[in-house]
Structure formats: structure tokens, C-alpha cells
């Protein structure tokens, strides 16, 4: 038995016949279509990068929605993250996604303020006890500027400090 795609989760009646010869028989029987369950994951742009600054939360939306044919209930979000870091949904849960809906879920990202700037992994991973589905995010962070100025008064004060040596020693 073969059920079209669209065809909605419930219980259908289905007739068997047999024939062999002068002899008929038939019985009744109840097919229970349950449907398919498959999450998409991925953001409106289709770009799995962000930018967060050490220190700050940064926002990150992305768009979960139903591709099977049968409502999810009960999903949940998990992230696999680096140590220290935090991660927030907002909604942390949605309790009923039906086929065809897409929904939008912010995710905030805090990357620890002693963070190293470079490039980081951070899996997210929605399911119930349907299905599941991961999408990876490449979260780079950089350091707040303040640091950089900071670096650059202490060379100047190295390099004034040294004009001021060669200055004052002169040719000896």
C-alpha cells in the first residue's frame, strides 16, 4: 500500500480481496499513517557565520521548520559550545511545529570576556523523540578595541621612553 505524499496522519480503511478460481475472499483491514518527520535548520541568508566581541552577547537568528508530513511536538535545542561560553534560545522550546511552519528562533551567543580572538564551533542540535537535525555555526570573535588601544599607548611608551634615553645619554 502506497499512500500519496500529502496525504494527512490518521487511520484509513483498506479493503484485501482474493480470487482463485470459483473461490472469493475479503477482509477488512485499518492502515494507521503516522507520517514523516524531517526538520530544516538554517538562517534567511543561508550563511552559517557570525561575529560576537569577547565579552558581549551577540544575536543570532536562525529558522527551524517542518519538511515532513506530520506535526513535531516537544522540540527542544542543545549546543555542543566551547568551555565558558554560554548560549540562550529564545523560544527555548516549541511545542508544536506543523508541517509546512517555519518559525524563527534567536540565539544568543556570549563568548567569555578572556576569549581569544580567532574562530570557534558551535553546533546546534534541535530534537524531540521523532527527529533530530544539527547545523554547525562558525562563530568568530574578536577582542574589544579598548585592548588594542591599550597595546598601542604601551609601544608608544616604550618608543618615547627610548627617544628619551638616546636623548638625554646623546654621543658619549
Do not use: C, H
Not at 478460481?21 to 534567511?44: H, N, R, S
Not at 551577540?58 to 515532513?68: D, H, K, P, S
Amino acid at each position: 500500500i502506497e499512500a500519496p505524499i500529502l496525504t494527512k496522519p490518521g487511520d484509513y480503511p483498506v479493503t484485501l480481496k482474493a480470487r482463485s478460481g470459483p473461490y472469493d475472499a475479503q477482509i477488512e483491514l485499518k492502515v494507521k499513517l503516522t507520517g514523516t518527520f524531517e526538520l530544516k535548520m538554517g538562517t534567511q541568508t543561508g550563511i552559517l557565520n557570525a561575529t560576537a566581541t569577547a565579552g558581549n552577547k551577540e544575536r543570532i537568528v536562525f529558522l527551524i521548520g517542518n519538511a515532513g508530513t506530520a506535526s513535531i511536538n516537544k522540540l527542544s535545542f542543545l549546543t555542543k559550545k566551547p568551555e565558558k561560553w554560554t548560549v540562550d534560545f529564545k523560544p527555548d522550546k516549541i511545542d508544536s511545529l506543523n508541517p509546512g511552519e517555519v518559525r524563527e528562533v534567536n540565539m544568543e551567543v556570549l563568548a567569555p570576556e578572556r576569549a581569544i580572538a580567532g574562530d570557534y564551533l558551535l553546533t546546534v542540535t534541535s530534537n524531540n523523540p521523532e527527529t533530530s537535525k544539527s547545523v554547525d555555526f562558525r562563530v568568530t570573535v574578536s577582542t574589544p578595541t579598548i585592548w588594542g588601544w591599550i597595546g598601542l599607548l604601551i609601544v608608544a611608551a616604550v618608543i618615547l621612553g627610548l627617544a628619551m634615553v638616546f636623548v638625554r645619554l646623546g654621543r658619549r
